[in-house]
């Protein structure tokens, strides 16, 4: 792994992987697909999830309800897709964030981000552009969604050898991006010295869609199951 910085971004290579995380719209990225900071109803109301519906459009929001109205509410860490609508993306991602203060914020963090990836190898997507999930309206602090992102993004790709997922972006804004480059360097370097000293790291269970294949194949809606895939 190597890494570059200056004043707004940092960049770090996994072989011919790219991390990206820096200043940076979201709406500007060009990127396979973006993701979406949801609630357990994906509702878009206000923030970044309200921006994307504007530019999206009516479709969105008409698969968001076909979603909900399908299956009830989603759990934190669970993340699907939509249309993108009228953005020029191959999808939208949306990855249910927990409230502060429910528990386990991190480890749901951690599901969200690796779901979302396996949703981007599923499909054949090599790039997704991410926000700081839970950090805004959710009320996670910071060095949680930063510690959480490294050890779901850094697993998912040490577990595979080939994936069609070969740049990830993290879009921050201006007075987010100290904060979070400094907790996902400092996570980075704790993870080194832990591998260095053999030091025991706790297994978890990440990164894996609840629904299997038998799930899939038996939902009655073909559009719906391929939105879980």
């Known amino acids: 792994m190597?890494?570059?910085?200056?004043?707004?971004?940092?960049?770090?290579?996994?072989?011919?992987?790219?991390?990206?995380?820096?200043?940076?719209?979201?709406?500007?990225?060009?990127?396979?697909?973006?993701?979406?900071?949801?609630?357990?109803?994906?509702?878009?109301?206000?923030?970044?999830?309200?921006t994307i519906l504007a530019a999206a459009g009516e479709e969105l929001e008409t698969q968001r309800r076909q979603l909900i109205?399908?299956?009830?509410?989603?759990?934190?860490?669970?993340?699907?897709?939509?249309?993108?609508?009228?953005?020029?993306?191959?999808?939208?991602?949306?990855?249910?964030?927990?409230?502060?203060?429910?528990?386990?914020?991190?480890h749901k963090i951690e599901q969200a981000v690796s779901r979302s990836l396996?949703?981007?190898?599923?499909?054949?997507?090599?790039?997704?552009?991410?926000?700081p999930l839970g950090t805004g309206y959710f009320n996670v602090p910071i060095n949680i969604c930063a510690q959480a992102f490294y050890r779901s993004i850094t697993h998912f790709w040490d577990a595979r050898h080939e994936t069609a997922v070969e740049k990830v972006m993290i879009c921050l804004e201006q007075d987010s991006f100290r904060a979070f480059f400094d907790a996902f360097r400092e996570d980075a370097i704790?993870?080194?010295?832990?591998?260095?000293?053999?030091?025991p790291q706790k297994e978890?269970?990440?990164?894996?869609?609840?629904?299997?294949?038998?799930?899939?194949?038996?939902?009655?809606?073909?559009?719906m199951a391929d939105w879980f895939k």
């Open 69 to 106: 109205q399908e299956y009830g509410q989603i759990e934190s860490g669970m993340a699907v897709y939509t249309t993108a609508g009228q953005l020029p993306y191959k999808a939208v991602i949306h990855a249910v964030v927990p409230t502060m203060g429910e528990g386990d914020e991190q």
């Open 2 to 50: 190597s890494s570059s910085e200056n004043k707004t971004s940092m960049q770090f290579l996994f072989g011919d992987r790219e991390l990206w995380i820096g200043i940076q719209d979201i709406l500007a990225t060009q990127v396979d697909v973006i993701v979406n900071p949801s609630d357990s109803e994906l509702s878009h109301a206000e923030g970044l999830a309200g």
């Open 118 to 131: 396996l949703l981007c190898e599923a499909n054949e997507w090599s790039s997704i552009a991410f926000p």
């Open 204 to 223: 978890e269970a990440i990164g894996h869609i609840e629904l299997d294949e038998a799930e899939i194949a038996d939902l009655a809606d073909d559009e």
């Open 190 to 199: 704790t993870t080194a010295e832990e591998v260095a000293g053999n030091t």
